[in-house]
């Protein structure tokens, strides 16, 4: 008898676990989460000459490149929902989306960004409670982390000046970018250890330290916002890199050959 009514007990806590489950995932999915309209992709067949209108990057490539380039960015499009809150955003803002997350890693074959599902285009500007402001505390980009993990938030405005300006080594979009792949180790530290080799990070270690020492000083060139710490430095950095390589490999040779070296870029 004992052995019945144990058995029943058991039933009856299975039932009520698995009657559960389908509200436990609706709150899961309710709570703390926001959701924006999703924007299609539907522009392949414009998308190349978007992107040579408008990327430096993608010009500066090999035929050959360019057509994996074209591939990577529309499936980081397909696999990555890209929506809009407060703006709207066109075809040419969806490929520069693209254009800044391939960027980073386009010399990384089989890359993919785990740890992000989503990104928000905010417009003309957000602030931290993503609010929409102009004001004080103006956030331009922003990893999204706790409820919002798994989301980029990016302001439409200086998505647009990032490739409007190219050759002024500040692109807001490829500088998210960068902390996601920085991210993608468990910390973000300015040591993006997915991709760096395990010898090249003392070394790297060493030269943020000593440049963002004559960032303070007020001898370099590198925005300053570089000196902010090692995860501010990379990001930095690697917007200076990718959009003025020429002019850091005058000013900064050794940085221009570390970042390279971390960016896998060839000779």
């Known amino acids: ?99 800044s997350a391939v960027i980073p890693v386009f010399r990384f074959e089989r890359w993919r960004y785990r740890g992000l599902d989503e990104v928000v285009v905010f417009g003309p500007s957000f602030d931290r409670n993503f609010a929409g402001t102009g004001e004080e505390g103006r956030v331009v980009g922003l990893l999204g982390t706790g409820d919002l993990d798994r989301k980029m938030f990016l302001c439409r405005d200086a998505l647009r000046k990032g490739f409007a300006q190219e050759k002024d080594g500040d692109n807001t979009a490829i500088h998210e970018f960068v902390h996601l792949v920085d991210k993608m180790d468990g910390r973000v530290d300015g040591i993006p250890k997915v991709i760096i080799r395990r010898q090249y990070v003392l070394p790297w270690l060493e030269l943020m330290k000593r440049k963002i020492g004559e960032i303070e000083k007020g001898q370099s060139d590198i925005n300053p916002y570089a000196a902010m710490g090692n995860e501010e430095f990379l990001a930095v950095t690697a917007e200076y890199f990718f959009e003025c390589p020429e002019k850091m490999e005058e000013r900064h040779p050794d940085l221009h050959k570390a970042l390279r070296y971390v960016f896998k870029d060839p000779d």
């Open 1 to 99: 008898m004992d052995g019945e009514i144990e058995e029943m007990n058991w039933v009856i806590i299975v039932a009520v676990l698995v009657l559960s489950f389908p509200v436990w995932k609706f709150f899961e999915r309710k709570v703390g989460r926001r959701k924006w309209p999703a924007v299609q992709v539907s522009f392949a067949s414009r998308l190349k000459r978007i992107l040579g209108k408008r990327v430096s990057f993608y010009k500066n490539l090999s035929a050959r490149e360019k057509r994996r380039f074209e591939f990577r960015v529309m499936r980081f499009l397909q696999n990555h929902e890209v929506t809009t809150a407060g703006t709207r955003i066109n075809e040419t803002d969806l490929a520069l989306v693209g254009a």
